[in-house]
T-cell receptor, first 111, second 112 residues
Framework: EDKVVQSPLSLVVHEGDTVTLNCSYE??????LLWYKQEKKAPTFLFMLTSSGIEKKSGRLSSILDKKELFSILNITATQTGDSAVYLCAVINNAGNMLTFGGGTRLMVKP | SQTIHQWPATLVQPVGSPLSLECTVE??????LYWYRQAAGRGLQLLFY??????ISSEVPQNLSASRPQDRQFILSSKKLLLSDSGFYLCAWSRTQPYEQYFGPGTRLTVT
C-alpha cells in the first residue's frame, strides 16, 4: 500500500524564522510529488517535483526531491503570519490518476 | 483560465437522508475529475476519480457513489447518509498531463 508520511505533525515558529517541512514516501509507481498549502478551505497548489535534485522556488518557498532516499523537503524562509496553514505533501502515480496524501504539517507562525 | 465550482458550501443533513454534491469545471475540456473526503484533522482520502463521461473508479468501498453525466460535471451521491459521512468534501480536476490537481472550494457536510 502506498504511504506518504509528513513530519513534524505541527510546528510553532516566530515571524522571520526559517522552517523545513519533511515528506517521505513509499510508493509503487512514483511519478511526481506535489506540495499544497491548505488554509481554511481547499488546498492550493505550490509545487510539483518530478526530477531528483532540482530545486523549485517561488518567493520564500522552495522545495527539492530526493528520489533515491524517497523524500522531499519544503523550506520557507523569513516566515510570515500568512504562512500559517497546513502543508500537504502528495505523491502521484505513473498513470497520473492516484494522488496519495500525507497527513499534513500544521504550521503556526506567531508575530 | 480554469475554475472549479462546488455546491453547496455547507450542508447539515440527518442520518438516513440522501445526498447530492455537485462539482463543475470551466475553462478546460475532458479533465480528470476527483472526489476527496477530509475528516477533521486528517489528510485527504480519495473517494472516486473519473477520466471521462460515465467512467468512474472507486477507491474506497462505502455508501457513496459518483457519476459524471457531462464532461465537466461530477456528482457525489448517497442514498442514506451515515454519521461517519461527515467531513469536508473536495472536488479536484487535472489535465491528463502534467497531472497536478486543482481543488474546488469544498463542501462541509455535517450528518446529525
Amino acid at each position: 500500500e502506498d504511504k506518504v508520511v509528513q513530519s513534524p505533525l505541527s510546528l510553532v515558529v516566530h515571524e522571520g524564522d526559517t522552517v523545513t517541512l519533511n515528506c517521505s514516501y513509499e510508493v509503487t509507481n512514483f511519478r511526481s510529488l506535489l506540495w499544497y498549502k491548505q488554509e481554511k478551505k481547499a488546498p492550493t497548489f505550490l509545487f510539483m517535483l518530478t526530477s531528483s535534485g532540482i530545486e523549485k522556488k517561488s518567493g520564500r518557498l522552495s522545495s527539492i526531491l530526493d528520489k533515491k532516499e524517497l523524500f522531499s523537503i519544503l523550506n520557507i524562509t523569513a516566515t510570515q503570519t500568512g504562512d500559517s496553514a497546513v502543508y500537504l505533501c502528495a505523491v502521484i502515480n505513473n498513470a497520473g490518476n492516484m494522488l496519495t496524501f500525507g497527513g499534513g504539517t500544521r504550521l503556526m507562525v506567531k508575530p | 483560465s480554469q475554475t472549479i465550482h462546488q455546491w453547496p458550501a455547507t450542508l447539515v443533513q440527518p442520518v438516513g437522508s440522501p445526498l447530492s454534491l455537485e462539482c463543475t469545471v470551466e475553462g478546460t475540456s475532458n479533465p480528470n475529475l476527483y472526489w476527496y473526503r477530509q475528516a477533521a484533522g486528517r489528510g485527504l482520502q480519495l473517494l472516486f476519480y473519473s477520466v471521462g463521461i460515465g467512467q468512474i473508479s472507486s477507491e474506497v468501498p462505502q455508501n457513496l457513489s459518483a457519476s459524471r453525466p457531462q464532461d465537466r460535471q461530477f456528482i457525489l451521491s448517497s442514498k442514506k447518509l451515515l454519521l461517519s459521512d461527515s467531513g469536508f468534501y473536495l472536488c479536484a480536476w487535472s489535465r491528463t498531463q502534467p497531472y497536478e490537481q486543482y481543488f474546488g472550494p469544498g463542501t462541509r457536510l455535517t450528518v446529525t
